[in-house]
Every structure is written in C-alpha cells, then in structure tokens.
C-alpha cells in the first residue's frame, strides 16, 4: 500500500502561484499514473491535471489549461502541480492519487486506487 501526502496549500492572491507537492511513502509510485483532483465547497471532485509514469505524457483540464503544469522528481518519488496565475475560482481542496496503471490518465476519480489527505488553496480576489 502507498501513502500519499500532499503539501504546499495555503493562501495567496489571485495572479500568485503555489507549487504542490504529492509525496509517496510505503512504496514508490514509479509505475503509476498520478492524477491532481481538486474540490471546492459544495461542488464534486473534479480532475485538474495528470501525469503518466515515465512523464511522457501528461493532462492538463481545460480550466486550468496554460496556468498549472504537472512534473514529477524520480529521485525524491514526488510529483508537482505548479500552479500560476491563480484565479478565485482556484480554491478547493486538492489531492493527489494513484492510478493503478502506469500509461493512461484517467479523468474519473475511479480510475484511481490511492489518495492523499488533500492541502486546502485558497485564493483572494
């Protein structure tokens, strides 16, 4: 089993950028396809970004498109969704998970097996 923890949350103004961190312990997660889902009050979890294991291939949501990119860091076995020009409607809870796959990427919370605890962002007008 893997445990996932994300970091990097907090408060910014709209225009900032905050980085999030998805670390993995237990294992690696090096086969897997890791996913960014983010919820905000009220609404369903939403996909927002993915990469595939090797990070040939990654997916990007149309809403946060040309503002968030994902990456990840074999070496410290973490992935990151560096998110610019945040916007209001940004704010959500965001969390990371694995797929149990290492090439497709998936946009169905379903089509992921493991999840972190989430990292609140919060961005002001």
């Known amino acids: 089993q893997v445990q996932l923890v994300e970091s990097g949350g907090g408060l910014v103004q709209a225009g900032g950028s905050l980085r999030l961190s998805c670390a993995a312990s237990?294992?690696?997660?090096?086969?897997?396809?890791i996913g960014w889902f983010r919820q905000a009050p009220g609404k369903e979890r939403e996909f927002v970004a993915g990469?595939?294991?090797?990070?040939?291939?990654?997916a990007i949501a149309d809403s946060v498109k040309g503002r968030f990119t994902i990456s990840r860091d074999w070496a410290k076995n973490a992935v990151y969704l560096q998110m610019n020009s945040l916007k209001p409607e940004d704010t959500a809870v965001y969390y990371c998970a694995t797929a149990p796959h290492p090439w497709s990427i998936g946009i169905r919370e379903g089509e992921y097996e493991y999840w972190g605890q989430g990292t609140q962002v919060t961005v002001s007008s």
């Open positions: 237990g294992r690696t997660f090096s086969g897997n396809t």
């Open positions: 990469i595939n294991w090797s990070g040939s291939n990654t």
